[in-house]
C-alpha cells in the first residue's frame, strides 16, 4: 500500500489557551515547541472536513492501507525511490485510487497537489521505531529523521496515524472523539463555576482587606486547573475539525476572561525584582506539573513571597485586578493609579482630589474610579454575605 508524504503549513495554535496538550507518549520529553506547533498543524490538515481527511475516509471505506508522506522538499526527495512522478491537483478520489498500489504518495506541504505515487521510502535504518508492521515503521522513521507528518492508513485494523518527528497519534472515531469532548466541557463548566465563587470571594475580602495566602492560591489554583481543561478540549477541537465547531463555541464562552484574571491576580500579589516580571509568573504557574497544581503551597511558591509565608498570612493586593474591571480606564493608568497610592486599601480611601493629582487622571477619570471602585465593593461585599 501507498505511502503519502507531505509537510503542512505551521499554524497558530488555539487562542483559547497557551499550549494545546498531546499525548506523546515517553518521547514527550523530547518535543519542542516548533515540533508541538508542527503536530497541531499535521492534526489540522487532517481533520474532518478536509479533501485530505476525505480522501483517508474513502481509502479506510475500501478497506485499503496507505503511508502519506505530507512535503516534497529535497529531504523527501532524497529518502524516495522509484516511482513516478504525477504533479496534479490533489482529489480524495486520486488519492483512494493512488493507494491500490504499494509505495508513498508524495504530497505537497499543503496538500494541494500530489507529486508522487508508487514510492518506496528509503530512511535511516538505524532510527529506532516502536512500530512492528513495515508500512509504520517507516512512517515512524521518515518523521523522525525528517519534519515531516506522515500519515499511516492500516489495512488490517483500519486505523488512521498521523507521525510528526517523536510525536504520534492515533485518530480516533468521530463520535468518539465527540464524547470526550462533551465529558470534559462538563468537568470544563464546574471547574469554572468553582472559579467564578473563588474570584467573588477574593473581591470581597480585598475590599475588606482580609485577604490570605490561601484565598490567592486557591484562585490560582482553579484558574490553572481550568486553563488546562481547556488545552484538553482545545485539542479535541482541532481533531474534530469541521465537526468542532459547537466545542469550539462552549469552549470560548467558558474559558472567556480567565486568563486575564489569572494575570491581573498574579500581578496583584508577586512580589517583582529585576529577574522577576510578570510573564515568567505565569510561565512557571503554567509550568507546575499536574501534582504541583494541586498543592497550594507550590501554586503560591510562583509569586515569590517570602519564605516564612503560611497560608494564613495576610495579603495585601495592589489593586490592579479591580481597577482593570472599570470601564474605559487603560491598563497603563492603573498601573500609575496603584504606583501613586501604593494599595488597595489606601486607592479606596482615596477622594476625588487624591486621584486628579495623578498625570493623566482628570476630574471625569477621578469620579469615574471612584464611583466604580465603590459600586464593585458593594456589589463584592453583597454577593459574599448574601
Known sequence: MPIIAT????????TASTDVCIDMGKEAELVTDH????????LRLVAPGTPLREGID?????????????????????????????DVRFTPQRLSE??????????????????RANVHLVPDS?????????????????ARQISVPVVTVSEEMSLVSIHVRAQNKTL????????????????????R?????????????EVEDLVTVRDVGEVLQRGEMVRRIADEVAGYVIELGSDGRLVQLQLEEMTAGVLE????????????????????????????????????????????????????????????????????????????????????????RASNHDLVDIEGIGDVRARMIKDGLARLAEASILERYS
Open 98 to 115: 493512488l493507494a491500490k498500489m504499494d509505495g508513498a504518495i508524495i504530497l505537497t506541504p499543503d496538500a494541494s497537489r500530489i507529486v
Open 261 to 348: 484574571e489569572l494575570r491581573f491576580v498574579c500581578k496583584d500579589y508577586f512580589i517583582a525584582s529585576s529577574a522577576f516580571v510578570l510573564d515568567r509568573v505565569m510561565r512557571s504557574l503554567q509550568s507546575l506539573d499536574d501534582e504541583e497544581v494541586i498543592d497550594l503551597r507550590t501554586v503560591v511558591s510562583v509569586l515569590q513571597l517570602p519564605r516564612d509565608s503560611e497560608v494564613d498570612t495576610s495579603l495585601s493586593p495592589k489593586g490592579h485586578r479591580l481597577l482593570a474591571k472599570i470601564p474605559r480606564l487603560t491598563e497603563e493608568l492603573a498601573d500609575r493609579v496603584v504606583t501613586h497610592f501604593g494599595g488597595l486599601a489606601k486607592l479606596l
Open 172 to 191: 480516533e472515531p468521530i463520535p468518539r472523539v465527540l464524547a470526550r469532548s462533551d465529558q470534559a466541557l462538563q468537568i470544563l463548566g464546574r471547574y
Open 35 to 42: 515540533d508541538a506547533d508542527l503536530f497541531i498543524a499535521a
Open 193 to 205: 463555576q468553582r472559579l467564578d465563587t473563588a474570584v467573588s470571594s477574593l473581591s470581597a475580602l
Open 7 to 14: 509537510v503542512p503549513r505551521v499554524l497558530q495554535r488555539p
Open 58 to 86: 474513502r481509502i479506510l471505506h475500501a478497506k485499503m492501507g496507505a503511508l502519506v508522506v505530507v512535503g516534497d522538499g529535497a529531504a523527501v526527495q532524497e529518502l524516495c525511490s522509484g516511482g513516478f512522478p504525477l
Open 126 to 142: 538505524s532510527i529506532a521505531t516502536t512500530e512492528t508492521g513495515t508500512r509504520h515503521r517507516t512512517a515512524e522513521r521518515v
